[in-house]
C-alpha cells in the first residue's frame, strides 16, 4: 500500500527554520519524482519545490533561496528546509509523489502537515 507520511511542521516565529520530512512506503522510491506543494487557506494548492529521480530542482519563485529540497533514497525519504520563513509561507504542506511509466501515471499525496509562521 502506498503512503507518503509527512512531519515536522508546526509553529515558528518569521526569520526561523523549519524541516519537514516525508516518508515514502511506495514501492522503488528512487524511480518517483518527489515534490513539496502547499495550500493556505482560501487558495489553491501551489508547487514549493521538486526533485526529479536524477536529482534535478525545481523552486517556486516565492521561495528560492530559502527553502531547499532534498532527498534520501536509502531511507525513502524528501527533505524540505525551510529558512527565513514569512508569515505568507504559512499553510498545510503536502508531498507529492509521481511517476510515468508506460504511460501509466502513478501520482500520490500525503495527508499535508501544517506550518504556520506567526509571532
Known amino acids: 500500500q502506498v503512503q507518503l507520511v509527512e512531519s515536522g511542521g508546526g509553529l515558528v516565529q518569521p526569520g526561523g527554520s523549519l524541516r519537514l520530512s516525508c516518508a515514502a512506503s511506495?514501492?522503488?522510491?528512487?524511480?518517483?519524482?518527489m515534490g513539496w506543494y502547499r495550500q493556505a487557506p482560501g487558495q489553491e494548492r501551489e508547487l514549493v519545490a521538486t526533485?526529479?529521480?536524477?536529482?534535478?530542482?525545481n523552486y517556486a519563485d516565492s521561495v528560492k533561496g530559502r527553502f531547499t529540497i532534498s532527498r534520501d533514497n536509502a531511507k525513502n525519504t524528501v527533505y524540505l528546509q525551510m529558512n527565513s520563513l514569512k508569515p505568507e509561507d504559512t499553510a498545510v504542506y503536502y508531498c507529492?509523489?509521481?511517476?510515468?511509466?508506460?504511460?501509466?501515471?502513478?501520482?500520490?499525496w500525503g495527508q499535508g502537515t501544517q506550518v504556520t509562521v506567526s509571532s
Open positions: 507529492n509523489a509521481l511517476r510515468t511509466t508506460y504511460g501509466v501515471r502513478r501520482n500520490y
Open positions: 511506495i514501492g522503488i522510491f528512487s524511480t518517483y519524482d
Open positions: 526533485i526529479t529521480s536524477v536529482s534535478n530542482l
